[in-house]
């Protein structure tokens, strides 16, 4: 069982590491709104980062929008930086849980995560970037076990809606559910919105490794997962959607991977069925297609080169359209969005074979939900935690790196995301 008291040597339940940067503003926000559903009504918690002015100013802003003046003198401030280890050493031994808010992962993850397991405390992030994830989990999969530490990634809107929301659709599902396809739908206000540029840098370095990943895979050595059923047609690269009555394309996103990570998990560990998935994202009109192709196309070309990855990291709105900003969104314009996961899941009754014709059954699930990158997000990361927190016992038998399904199968986290504002139904 997952180790998740406080002692007097480890007096904090969580620590936030990059408390300062633009998301970790939001998670220092959410956890002190949540505070009161720690293990016995309360929470310990400290902020974490290389600057303590900056960090008392987060505490000061976080005191002021929750009209709670005690953060300014109430949570304690540690000092931490990802090119000193001995002091994310420190960090570590305080905290029974870090949440890493320090991205892109792939420059900033590493040392965080080898800190946690050589120091014993459990570490979750909201990283969407599959290399960085299959990585922790190739290379401190079995050392994390072994020090009963939990590596918990994606635990963001990069992938707990996508990853939790096939669970929930298999689990509401009477009979074996073999294939779901997801479709992901976002809502502006009148304001607008757009995406911070951490996620656009990430994105950038990903799409440039890609090769890297692919070496990556093969060295888990995995056997290709059993297909149950009809096997799941992949759609094209951009497609008219009668789901959601818009047209779609492939989603770019490390849901797709995060999920089939689950899928191994469960299919190993509990002989479950696996769930092929396909994960898609609505893109509105011929308008948004043309805007999108034209930077579809820039970001390609560029992308491959060192001087042309300095001009989008350098121009992020220029180059996607207004999409991605240096300055991220207004509270306002995260007040106004929204998004929309809808599941289209297909299986066989009770007392069918799966092996015998094609299924015969159906089933429609939505996920529904307030801002994706800095409202959700953070409620999905603190909510993963306090989960962790208060059902030690509902986690897998031992340690290791795992995906947010994996960790949190046999976990109420669904119940608690609904009790936040993100809403799993059965249409």
Request: net charge positive.
């Amino acid at each position: 069982m997952a180790r998740v008291e406080t002692t007097s040597n480890r007096p904090y339940h969580l620590v936030i590491f990059g408390a300062s940067g633009f998301t970790g503003q939001f998670v220092v926000e959410e956890v002190a709104r949540t505070a009161s559903e720690g293990p016995k009504g309360s929470l310990k918690w400290a902020v974490a980062g290389r600057s303590k002015q900056k960090l008392e100013k987060v505490l000061e802003q976080a005191a002021e929008v929750l009209g709670k003046p005690e953060l300014r003198t109430e949570v304690d401030v540690i000092v931490a930086d990802v090119g000193e280890p001995d002091s994310l050493a420190a960090m570590c031994k305080q905290a029974v849980i870090v949440l890493n808010c320090v991205g892109p992962y792939r420059f900033f993850g590493e040392p965080v995560v080898k800190a946690c397991v050589e120091n014993g405390a459990h570490h979750i992030d909201i990283s969407g970037e599959p290399q960085f994830l299959e990585g922790m989990q190739l290379n401190y999969s079995s050392q994390a076990a072994e020090k009963g530490v939990f590596v918990i990634g994606s635990c963001g809107f990069d992938s707990i809606p996508a990853d939790m929301g096939v669970i929930y659709t298999r689990d509401q599902f009477k009979g074996t559910l073999t294939a779901v396809e997801s479709f992901l739908t976002v809502s502006m206000g009148p304001e607008g919105g757009c995406i911070h540029d951490g996620t656009w840098q990430s994105a950038i370095y990903g799409f440039a490794d890609s090769q890297n990943l692919q070496s990556l895979r093969r060295k888990f050595n995995h056997k290709p997962l059993p297909t149950v059923g009809s096997k799941l047609r992949r759609r094209g690269a951009l497609f008219y959607s009668n789901e959601i009555q818009e047209y779609a394309l492939p989603f770019m996103g490390s849901d797709p991977s995060v999920v089939k990570r689950t899928q191994r998990f469960l299919a190993e560990e509990y002989q479950a069925t696996p769930v092929q998935y396909g994960a898609y994202a609505g893109v509105g009109g011929i308008g948004n297609i043309i805007r999108l192709m034209f930077a579809g196309m820039m970001f390609w070309l560029l992308v491959k080169f060192g001087w042309g990855r300095n001009l989008l990291i350098k121009y992020p709105e220029f180059f996607s359209f207004g999409m991605f900003s240096k300055a991220g969104p207004t509270r306002k314009q995260m007040e106004g969005s929204s998004f929309r996961f809808s599941f289209y899941g297909e299986g066989y009754t009770d007392g069918q074979d799966p092996a015998q014709g094609k299924p015969n059954a159906k089933i429609r699930t939505l996920i529904q939900g307030p801002e994706a990158g800095y409202v959700a997000t953070p409620i999905a990361m603190v909510q993963a935690a306090l989960t962790m927190l208060n059902e030690p016992a509902a986690l897998p038998k031992k340690g290791g790196v795992y995906s947010p399904g994996a960790a949190f199968a046999k976990t109420t986290l669904i119940d608690r995301l609904n009790k936040h504002g993100i809403m799993f139904s059965v249409i």
